[in-house]
């Protein structure tokens, strides 16, 4: 029996035919148009799994690229600041050395060096308030909105920020300090013997001031410490006749201390407890706080206006300005190795990100390369691929026109 082929099918398998063909030229031709011989997932399914996971993995190391340039950044201008702060330092520690030489220079001079040192010292506040470039306060912690050290109505600096650290992932198992807390730049320093340092309650109603004092009996501060003490102005009526009057409380157990209640004040006056003494100036008011606290640790603030506090008031006592004096120069010393360790971490930090940020840059190359290896197109196999294409569909179009004409009238 003869196979029989309908005059249906003879004229619709050419047209399915050719509408493949058709789909194959314009599946090549956006290959060529794209570069990329994997456009979708049917076109090789692990293929295309596999370049979802390397871009993937690209944009996360694209990612921790740029946390690096914003740790460097912060970085960079944390150790520029610290450079400065080191210049000045070192300003500073020359004036001590000449201030040392005591007999050779006039009172005039003294307070010259001492004024000298003063201006450093606002030098160095400003420095320790210096911004990234966000505008934040490097050394104020996690309170970057707010100015890291700000003098004190009532005396001396103090720290508006925190112990916070930031921290920025630069990869997937490497996380660094992007800065470093001022408590631990600035305050936190070890003191080469007890020393102390006072501030007024922010409570305080009056204008009274309080020195950071001298240490005039080191031997009394060491067994006085750890306690403390704070000054408490009392109401003038507790003096006949009425007068400022203050009494100096022991903080450990609240005692007043021996022969220090209701003491009539004098501004200036020298008010000395365990072996330290500090003076009060201005107009304090009944109720006003002004505490000393004893410690073996010491702010370069702290100790900066200590020495600048005895070249101007005790260059006429010998024993005790050199003993400042000597006392300040290890303090200095303590200090520039406190900055030049807080420097020294700054730069391992600095040569770790630069590392990790050269072998982030090969993995991304290399994932590129396989990427490139499993989506590119060869462009001579796709072209090549097109032409004899674009030929076998021209064949089957000329047949079909061909035999599309034909019809049964033919063949009789």
């Known amino acids: 029996m003869a196979d029989r082929i309908s005059t ?41 799994a596999r370049i979802l996971q390397l871009d993937q993995d690209i944009n996360q190391m ?27 330092l070192q300003g ?5 050395v000449q201030a040392g030489n005591e007999g050779v220079y006039e009172d005039t001079e003294l ?18 308030n210096s911004k990234d470039g966000g505008g934040e306060y ?42 470093d807390a001022g408590s631990e730049v600035f305050l936190d320093i070890d003191s080469a013997s007890t020393s102390f340092y006072s501030f007024a309650s922010d409570q305080n109603t009056g204008s009274g001031i309080i020195t950071q004092g001298i240490t005039v009996d080191q031997e009394a501060l060491d067994e006085f410490y750890p306690d403390d003490f704070y000054i ?64 073996q640790t010491q702010s370069m603030f702290v100790s900066i206006e200590k020495i600048i506090y005895a070249i101007e008031n005790y260059s006429d006592n010998t024993e005790l300005y050199a003993a400042a004096i000597a006392d300040g120069l290890d303090n200095m010393d303590y200090i520039i190795d406190n900055v030049s360790t807080v420097r020294a971490s700054i730069g391992s930090r600095l040569n770790t990100a630069d590392n990790v940020d050269n072998q982030m840059a090969d993995n991304i190359l290399a994932s590129q390369e396989i990427r490139s290896d499993l989506e590119d ?4 196999e796709a072209v090549s691929n097109l032409q004899y294409q674009e030929f076998v569909l021209q064949a089957v179009q000329q047949t079909y026109s061909t035999i599309s004409q034909l019809s049964l009238f033919d063949y009789i």
Do not use: C
Not at 16 to 21: A, G, H, Q
Not at 92 to 96: F, G, Q
Not at 147 to 155: D, L, N, Q, R, W
Not at 271 to 295: K, L, N, R
């Open 8 to 48: 249906s099918w003879s004229y619709s398998q050419p047209i399915s035919d050719m509408l493949s063909l058709q789909v194959q030229v314009n599946e090549t031709y956006s290959k060529i148009s794209s570069g990329k011989e994997v456009q979708t997932a049917s076109d090789d399914p692990v293929a295309m």
């Open 62 to 88: 694209e990612q921790y690229q740029e946390n690096i340039d914003m740790l460097e950044a912060r970085l960079e201008i944390e150790d520029a600041a610290l450079s400065g702060v080191a210049d000045v």
């Open 92 to 96: 500073i520690r020359e004036l001590v």
């Open 111 to 128: 307070q010259a060096i001492a004024d000298e040192i003063q201006q450093y010292l606002y030098s160095l506040v400003d420095l320790a």
């Open 138 to 179: 490097l050394f104020s912690g996690f309170q970057g909105d707010d100015m890291a050290f700000v003098e004190s109505p009532g005396g001396g600096y103090s720290y508006q920020g925190d112990d916070g650290v930031r921290e920025i992932k630069i990869s997937d198992s490497v996380t660094l300090d992007a800065s």
């Open 232 to 295: 408490e102005f009392n109401n003038e009526y507790e003096l006949d006749p009425p007068n400022t009057n203050y009494t100096v409380y022991r903080v450990s157990d609240g005692r007043i201390m021996e022969g220090l209640e209701n003491v009539e004040y004098y501004e200036g006056q020298d008010i000395v407890v365990g072996g330290m003494s500090v003076e009060i100036t201005g107009d304090p008011y009944a109720g006003d706080q002004f505490i000393v606290e004893s410690s």
């Open 377 to 380: 197109l060869d462009y001579a």
